[in-house]
């Protein structure tokens, strides 16, 4: 089952301002009301008025949870949905540039600001990138997030084959770096691995290729208007763009630019992702 925690959050800080505002405006002020001819009760000790007013403007517990909360769930609220999120890497579709474990973080205004859960933008501010880590929200399933690598833009052909990448007939620029010896997928050893450095229109990153693997799907793609063709780093192991169709824009959620966090190798921690 898919946990929307965005949907969470939104319900959430809603509840906890409903609360607090419906105590300042009409809660708190019968509180004081009350408090008021508590205080002018004559018959009652200084003692007993005392502590009798400072039960009348005690909050209730709701409320004084919302008040106390609310503040910080509407922080929350707005840095995930408009300034940055984070994510974790599940799978070793993006490696060698992102391993699984990798906690990254992803800027949600690069491609325009978004409703939280809606996704619709609401104000443009850019666009995808060739060559672009992004963010999105699986075609196929909205629910589940992806992330690969932006290749081809709107009115963009890509072809594929041969593992040989073209961009509007144009081959894709590939340097051999030599057999890749980094950490690989758990079960899915990337032994035997050629790493090459690939430049996409000046952006310049590592691949994966594996020679006797399995080519995949091969063909030509004209990507159409507010759509985008993605594909994974690690090519011969990618369920991308080739498999099953282009990105909308409305889908898009974000770009990566930054591993936070890999518990099982620090050293990645503040690296950036190009």
Same mark, same amino acid.
């Given at each position: 089952?898919?946990?929307?925690?965005?949907?969470?959050?939104?319900?959430?800080?809603?509840?906890? $301002?409903?609360? %607090? *505002?419906?105590?300042?405006? *009409?809660?708190?002020?019968?509180?004081?009301?009350?408090? =008021?001819?508590?205080?002018?009760?004559?018959? /009652?000790?200084?003692?007993?008025?005392?502590?009798?007013?400072?039960?009348?403007?005690?909050?209730?517990?709701?409320?004084?949870?919302?008040?106390?909360?609310?503040?910080?769930?509407? /922080?929350? *609220?707005?840095?995930?949905?408009?300034?940055?999120?984070?994510?974790?890497?599940?799978?070793?579709?993006?490696?060698?540039?992102? &391993?699984?474990?990798?906690?990254?973080?992803?800027?949600?205004?690069?491609?325009?600001?978004? &409703?939280?859960?809606?996704?619709?933008?609401?104000?443009? +501010?850019?666009?995808?990138?060739? $060559?672009?880590?992004?963010?999105?929200?699986?075609?196929?399933?909205?629910?589940?997030? !992806?992330?690969?690598?932006?290749?081809?833009?709107?009115?963009?052909?890509?072809? !594929?084959?041969?593992?040989?990448?073209?961009?509007?007939?144009? =081959?894709?620029?590939?340097?051999?770096? #030599?057999? !890749?010896? #980094?950490? #690989?997928?758990? $079960?899915?050893?990337?032994?035997?691995?050629? &790493?090459?450095?690939?430049? /996409?229109? #000046?952006?310049?990153?590592?691949? *994966?290729?594996?020679?006797?693997? %399995?080519?995949?799907?091969? $063909?030509? %793609?004209?990507?159409?208007?507010?759509? !985008?063709?993605?594909?994974?780093?690690?090519?011969?192991?990618?369920?991308?763009?080739?498999?099953?169709?282009?990105?909308?824009?409305?889908?898009?959620?974000?770009?990566?630019? &930054? +591993?936070?966090?890999?518990?099982?190798?620090?050293?990645?921690?503040?690296?950036? +992702?190009?």
């Amino acid at each position: 089952m898919n946990f929307d925690f965005a949907l969470l959050l939104v319900v959430l800080t809603a509840v906890a $301002g409903v609360l %607090w *505002l419906l105590d300042l405006l *009409l809660l708190a002020p019968r509180r004081r009301r009350r408090a =008021q001819l508590v205080a002018a009760m004559t018959a /009652l000790s200084d003692e007993e008025r005392e502590a009798r007013t400072r039960d009348t403007l005690r909050e209730s517990v709701a409320v004084e949870y919302a008040r106390s909360f609310f503040p910080v769930l509407l /922080l929350i *609220l707005l840095f995930r949905s408009f300034v940055a999120e984070p994510f974790k890497i599940p799978s070793g579709s993006m490696m060698p540039t992102l &391993l699984v474990g990798d906690f990254i973080l992803v800027n949600k205004f690069a491609y325009g600001l978004r &409703l939280p859960v809606l996704n619709k933008r609401i104000f443009a +501010i850019g666009e995808p990138k060739r $060559g672009d880590v992004f963010v999105f929200r699986y075609p196929k399933n909205p629910k589940e997030d !992806y992330i690969k690598r932006v290749i081809g833009l709107p009115g963009d052909t890509i072809e !594929y084959r041969n593992k040989t990448l073209f961009v509007n007939g144009r =081959q894709v620029g590939e340097t051999d770096l #030599g057999t !890749y010896s #980094g950490p #690989g997928e758990p $079960g899915r050893p990337a032994d035997g691995a050629e &790493l090459k450095l690939e430049n /996409l229109d #000046g952006v310049e990153h590592q691949i *994966l290729e594996v020679p006797r693997a %399995w080519v995949g799907h091969e $063909g030509t %793609w004209t990507v159409p208007p507010g759509h !985008y063709f993605a594909m994974g780093d690690n090519r011969d192991n990618s369920a991308d763009s080739r498999f099953w169709g282009f990105v909308p824009e409305e889908n898009l959620v974000g770009r990566a630019f &930054l +591993i936070w966090m890999n518990f099982g190798s620090l050293n990645r921690i503040g690296t950036v +992702i190009k």
